[in-house]
C-alpha cells in the first residue's frame, strides 16, 4: 500500500485550519468548569447538606457514562428543551440555526467539570485544616485565607492531574465533529471523504494532536517548576503560627 504523500500535505495545511477551533473548545471548557468544580469540591469535602447529594450524583453520572453518550443526548435533547423554552417567552430565536460550537461548550464543560472536581477535591485534602484553622485565627477571612494559603498549597498537587486532564479534554474535543463542529477531524474526515484517503487523513491527524498535547505537557512543566520553586523560596520567610501564608 502506498500513501498519497501529495494529499497528505495538502491536507495537513487544511486541518491546521481546525486547530484554533480544538483550543478554542478546550480553553473555554476549562474555564466554565473550574469554578465550578472547586465549589463541587469543597461541597463535597465539608458535606455540605443537599448539595454533597446533588454534587456526588452529578459526579457518578458523568464518570459512569461514555462522552459519546453525554455528546448525543446533550446535542439531541437540549436544542428541542430550549426550543420549548423559547417558545413559550415568546422569543424570536431560531434554536436549531444556533452556531454548534455552543453545544460543544455545554458538553465538555458538563463533563470536566465532575473530573476537575476530583482533582480539586484530592489536592484541597493535601492542606490539613489545621492551616485554615490558624489563618482564621491569625485574623484572615476565609476568603483571604483560602487564596494565601489553601489554594497555593493544594495547586502545587494538583498541575500534574490538571495537566493530565486538559490533555484527555483536548484529545476528546476530536469527537466535535458529531456536532458538526468545524475542528481539525471534521476538516481532516471531509478531505478524506473526495478520496477516501483515510489512513493519510489520520496520520495527519495523528502527527497534529501529537504536537499539541506535547506542547500542553510542556506547558505543565514550566508552570509546575515555578510554582514549585516559588513555594520553596517562600515558606521560611512567610511562615508564622504554624501556616504557611503566600502573598
Given at each position: 500500500?502506498?500513501?498519497?504523500?501529495?494529499?497528505?500535505?495538502?491536507t495537513?495545511?487544511?486541518?491546521?485550519?481546525?486547530?484554533?477551533?480544538?483550543?478554542?473548545?478546550?480553553?473555554?471548557?476549562?474555564?466554565?468548569?473550574?469554578?465550578?468544580?472547586?465549589?463541587?469540591?469543597?461541597?463535597?469535602?465539608?458535606?455540605?447538606?443537599?448539595?454533597e447529594?446533588?454534587?456526588?450524583?452529578?459526579?457518578?453520572?458523568?464518570?459512569?457514562?461514555?462522552?459519546?453518550l453525554?455528546?448525543?443526548?446533550?446535542?439531541?435533547?437540549?436544542?428541542?428543551?430550549?426550543?420549548?423554552l423559547?417558545v413559550?417567552?415568546?422569543?424570536?430565536?431560531?434554536?436549531?440555526?444556533?452556531?454548534p460550537?455552543?453545544?460543544?461548550?455545554?458538553?465538555f464543560?458538563?463533563?470536566t467539570?465532575?473530573?476537575?472536581?476530583?482533582?480539586?477535591?484530592?489536592?484541597?485534602?493535601?492542606?490539613?485544616?489545621d492551616?485554615?484553622?490558624?489563618?482564621?485565627?491569625a485574623?484572615?477571612?476565609?476568603?483571604?485565607?483560602?487564596?494565601?494559603i489553601?489554594?497555593?498549597?493544594?495547586?502545587?498537587?494538583?498541575?500534574?492531574?490538571?495537566?493530565?486532564?486538559?490533555?484527555?479534554?483536548?484529545?476528546?474535543?476530536?469527537?466535535?465533529?458529531?456536532?458538526?463542529?468545524?475542528?481539525?477531524?471534521?476538516l481532516?474526515?471531509?478531505?478524506?471523504?473526495?478520496?477516501?484517503?483515510?489512513i493519510?487523513?489520520?496520520?495527519?491527524?495523528?502527527?497534529?494532536?501529537?504536537?499539541?498535547?506535547?506542547?500542553?505537557?510542556?506547558?505543565?512543566?514550566?508552570?509546575?517548576?515555578?510554582?514549585?520553586?516559588?513555594?520553596?523560596?517562600?515558606?521560611?520567610?512567610?511562615?508564622?503560627?504554624?501556616?504557611?501564608?503566600?502573598?
Open positions: 500500500m502506498r500513501l498519497n504523500t501529495k494529499f497528505m500535505q495538502e495537513f495545511f487544511i486541518v491546521l485550519k481546525g486547530i484554533p477551533v480544538t483550543l478554542q473548545i478546550t480553553f473555554v471548557s476549562l474555564i466554565i468548569a473550574t469554578p465550578l468544580a472547586f465549589f463541587i469540591a469543597e461541597a463535597r469535602i465539608h458535606k455540605t447538606p443537599v448539595w447529594k446533588i454534587v456526588t450524583f452529578y459526579v457518578s453520572i458523568v464518570r459512569g457514562t461514555p462522552i459519546v453525554q455528546i448525543l443526548i446533550v446535542y439531541s435533547l437540549f436544542p428541542s428543551l430550549l426550543n420549548v423559547v413559550k417567552l415568546h422569543l424570536n430565536i431560531n434554536v436549531f440555526e444556533l452556531n460550537i455552543i453545544y460543544a461548550y455545554i458538553v464543560s458538563f463533563n467539570m465532575a473530573t476537575l472536581s476530583e482533582v480539586f477535591r484530592s489536592a484541597l485534602g493535601t492542606v490539613s485544616n492551616q485554615l484553622e490558624a489563618a482564621l485565627s485574623g484572615l477571612t476565609n476568603f483571604q485565607s483560602y487564596r494565601r489553601v489554594i497555593p498549597q493544594a495547586l502545587v498537587s494538583a498541575i500534574p492531574n490538571v495537566c493530565t486532564l486538559t490533555v484527555n479534554l483536548l484529545k476528546n474535543t476530536s469527537l466535535a465533529f458529531m456536532m458538526t463542529v468545524k475542528d481539525i477531524t471534521a481532516a474526515k471531509i478531505e478524506a471523504s473526495f478520496g477516501f484517503n483515510y493519510e487523513a489520520y496520520i495527519d491527524l495523528f502527527v497534529i494532536y501529537l504536537v499539541m498535547c506535547s506542547i500542553i505537557q510542556i506547558c505543565f512543566r514550566i508552570v509546575e517548576k515555578c510554582v514549585t520553586h516559588y513555594k520553596q523560596t517562600s515558606v521560611k520567610p512567610k511562615s508564622r503560627k504554624g501556616i504557611v501564608c503566600w502573598k
